[in-house]
């Protein structure tokens, strides 16, 4: 049973959006529904239409008011909407949800004010989720200059989704619109559950070609049949289908998913073939085909910009297509980026980073105090000694002391605070707090009782054998925290330190990547944009590339990364001078061309793993380690590898 893990939404407008992670969904099975305002002796109910269970709100929040809209404006129809909560007191109230660690959700709120207060004066407020301020509701049609308004929220809904989709996903995303291409001529209209079995909103448009026939549905995507059995063609057959649309914010980064299927039987001299070009770059490899009544999702791995926030999608058909493009559905989603650093200038003409919310200024006998004297020392990070911590008598934390030798370690602390105070995600270190007091400097992380991932791989943590399982969830979770830093953030970051001693390990062998001492951020332009720096890094893990011409990039990343994932499978050391190829990536390929690959595997497994698993992780470690930076995948790209089942 995996612990829980709490959510903090305040409150927010989300008619269209949507912050999508995943996990497996049945029928309702981990659906939260909350009809806000709803009395709890009224609650639960079964909502008509969508057959969806809503239950009050009041188990969930401890401020608020609950609200009516008029009679007239209810309907049976419009039932989880009739109530509202309200907030006329505090500055910022919050919902506290509990969902489980490590899994992903869709999240949608709804808003219907309705004049339940009678001053006719639609709110206007900011939404949070945790400390992170995501984007401000303005419901209001034109300013209505009366000062300040009152939050509210009709419902709050959240969808737990298929795991192995929406895989280019970093951080989250922010819904644009999500249609498909009906042949209905009657008025808009949307679909959702039960019909989407993750009750996401589908609304149709444009008239164009249909089936009977039910559409296979086995990419995990899972798009309801109403959406399948549909499909546009350009109006002139031998023209590009386009689809226009404007950005909110004309600076977004976007991701498209694309739902193709062949719906029509083709005579044996038809053929169907076609590209696709966001704002005339070609986003496939290869033609797209698509398949007889079964459905394949095209989606982009690395986020899109549009040209001053003008978005024009065409697909065009081959010279040896003898048909028009088709397009069944269409899924359009914005990154939404955290708060960037920001600065104060205090006593002593020092720049410090901004604290947010939970991350303190401790003095140093506060560090004293919560280490015990520094009695029970845990290891040694980029700048100093790490010590066990004890917060309040209840929380259990890291911290790490700048050594007073260390010529580079202010340098390094003063880097890794800017960054950790600018970044949030899952996969990586949580800083709980740090101290900067004359010549004494701390960082205060959260504790990682597993250690690293090197101390269980060596034998030195005392405990099991890491299955083969478990060691491939931990390369994919780093994978994650790279992808966050890498296109998640802007500018973007590389870490520069990534090897099994930086990966760290919670009670659930959980992994996030720590000491962010040596990283850097840069703006990029493309995988391969690169900046000028001294080299620094860990040997044998360090991009062969970099170290020759001082150039970083990404990829350097990449290179470090397809190094740890080679230590995982082998559980060789990365340099061994004691074998006949010292560096790990070359005996792997030695070993390989010797045709002798049972040796690869770490013999610790006693060969309990699935052969093809293995192998596929080994082609991913193989193609970051490529010494041609131009020849490695990107993050996204190897998050996608390492999940194929």
Not at 104 to 131: H, K, Q, T, W
Not at 186 to 203: E, F, G, H, Q
Not at 477 to 486: F, K, N, P, T
Request: charged share 20%.
């Amino acid at each position: 049973m995996k612990s829980p893990h709490r959510i903090l939404l305040a409150m927010f407008w989300l008619a269209a959006f949507a912050i999508i992670h995943l996990v497996e969904a049945q029928n309702q099975e981990g659906f939260i529904s909350l009809d806000c305002g709803l009395p709890l002796n009224e609650s639960p109910y079964v909502e008509p239409e969508t057959e969806i269970q809503f239950s009050s709100d009041e188990n969930f929040i401890q401020s608020g008011k609950m609200g009516k809209i008029p009679a007239n404006l209810k309907s049976e129809n419009l039932k989880p909407y009739s109530t509202l909560r309200y907030f006329p007191d505090g500055i910022r109230n919050c919902y506290d949800i509990r969902v489980e660690v490590g899994r992903n959700y869709l999240i949608r709120a709804m808003f219907f004010y309705g004049n339940f207060d009678g001053l006719n004066v639609s709110p206007e407020f900011d939404m949070y989720i945790g400390p992170n301020k995501w984007t401000t509701i303005d419901l209001q049609k034109e300013p209505s200059g009366s000062g300040a308004t009152t939050p509210m929220i009709s419902t709050l809904e959240l969808r737990p989704l298929a795991s192995d989709s929406y895989l280019a996903m970093s951080g989250s995303l922010k819904l644009n619109f999500r249609m498909y291409l009906s042949n209905s001529t009657a008025l808009l209209r949307c679909d959702r559950y039960p019909k989407d079995v993750y009750d996401r909103t589908w609304c149709d448009n444009w008239t164009q070609i249909s089936t009977t026939s039910n559409v296979s549905n086995t990419n995990h995507y899972d798009p309801p049949q109403a959406v399948l059995r549909v499909a546009a063609i350009p109006k002139n057959v031998d023209g590009p289908l386009t689809i226009t649309w404007s950005l909110e914010n004309p600076d977004d980064q976007i991701y498209l998913y694309r739902h193709f299927a062949e719906i029509q039987d083709l005579e044996a001299n038809d053929t169907r073939e076609f590209d696709c070009l966001l704002n005339g770059e070609t986003l496939n490899i290869n033609a797209l085909n698509p398949k007889y009544l079964e459905i394949e999702t095209m989606l982009t791995t690395i986020p899109k910009e549009c040209n001053r926030g003008i978005c024009r999608m065409q697909l065009i058909k081959t010279q040896s297509s003898t048909l028009p493009p088709l397009l069944n559905g269409f899924e359009v989603y914005s990154v939404l980026q955290l708060p960037q650093l920001q600065t104060s200038e205090t006593e002593g003409n020092k720049s410090e980073p901004w604290i947010k919310t939970r991350r303190r200024r401790f003095t140093y006998s506060e560090v004293l105090e919560m280490t015990n004297n520094l009695q029970q020392p845990l290891g040694e990070g980029g700048f100093g000694i790490v010590y066990h911590g004890n917060l309040n008598g209840s929380e259990q934390v890291a911290v790490k002391l700048l050594s007073q030798t260390s010529a580079q370690g202010y340098k390094e602390f003063k880097a890794e605070v800017e960054l950790l105070l600018r970044v949030h995600h899952i996969n990586l270190v949580s800083l709980v707090g740090y101290c900067d007091e004359k010549d004494h400097f701390a960082l205060i992380y959260e504790y990682m009782s597993n250690g690293d991932l090197h101390q269980h791989l060596s034998g030195k943590h005392v405990g099991s054998v890491l299955d083969w399982g478990t060691r491939l969830q931990i390369a994919i979770e780093a994978a994650l925290g790279l992808e966050y830093l890498h296109i998640g953030c802007k500018p973007a970051m590389v870490h520069r330190d990534v090897k099994s001693t930086n990966i760290l390990l919670d009670e659930e062998f959980k992994a996030k990547i720590a000491d962010f001492g040596l990283s850097r951020s840069f703006q990029v332009g493309g995988d391969q944009s690169r900046v000028s720096t001294v080299v620094a890094g860990t040997l044998g893990y360090l991009d062969p590339e970099y170290y020759l011409t001082s150039e970083l990039s990404l990829k350097s990343d990449i290179y470090s990364f397809g190094i740890l994932l080679l230590e995982i499978i082998t559980n060789q050391r990365v340099i061994d001078q004691t074998r006949k190829k010292p560096n790990i990536a070359e005996w792997v390929t030695y070993v390989i061309k010797k045709g002798d690959i049972s040796q690869i595997v770490d013999p610790k497994l006693q060969g309990n793993y699935e052969p093809r698993s293995v192998w596929r992780a080994l082609e991913v470690a193989m193609s970051c380690a490529n010494p041609s930076s131009a020849k490695r995948p990107n993050m996204s790209q190897v998050i996608i590898k390492l999940k194929v089942k």
